[in-house]
């Protein structure tokens, strides 16, 4: 089992950065692929970007693609986003979430997820 705290959420006007942080809970952090996903209000949560157990390979959706990056720092059992250029439609709640192994983008693949951190981006 893994538990997952995300922070570094907040209020960034359009063009600004924020970087999120997802500390996970447990010894076994490097054999889990981590994934970020977000909600918008009354929409279905999606898919944003998701890296492997080493580090080693990325995805992204392409709404964030060249804007968002995806690393983690297995010696601190921790997944980040570092987010630039930010739209007022970036604006959601984020999550992260841990899949055993391998690399996957669909949310049913992730087991383990926090319980978000809001991200504001006034338009």
């Known amino acids: 089992q893994v538990r997952l705290v995300e922070s570094g959420g907040g209020l960034v006007q359009t063009g600004g950065s924020l970087r999120l942080s997802c500390a996970a809970s447990?010894?076994?952090?490097?054999?889990?692929?981590m994934g970020w996903f977000r909600q918008a209000p009354g929409k279905e949560r999606e898919f944003v970007a998701a890296i492997t157990r080493s580090g080693g390979d990325t995805y992204y959706a392409d709404s964030v693609k060249g804007r968002f990056t995806i690393s983690r720092d297995n010696a601190k059992n921790t997944v980040y986003l570092q987010m630039n250029s930010l739209k007022p439609e970036d604006t959601a709640a984020y999550y992260c979430?841990?899949?055993?192994?391998?690399?996957?983008?669909?949310?049913?693949?992730?087991?383990?997820w926090g319980q978000g951190t809001q991200v504001t981006v006034p338009s």
């Open positions: 979430a841990a899949r055993w192994n391998t690399i996957a983008t669909a949310i049913y693949e992730y087991a383990h």
């Open positions: 447990g010894r076994t952090f490097s054999s889990y692929a």
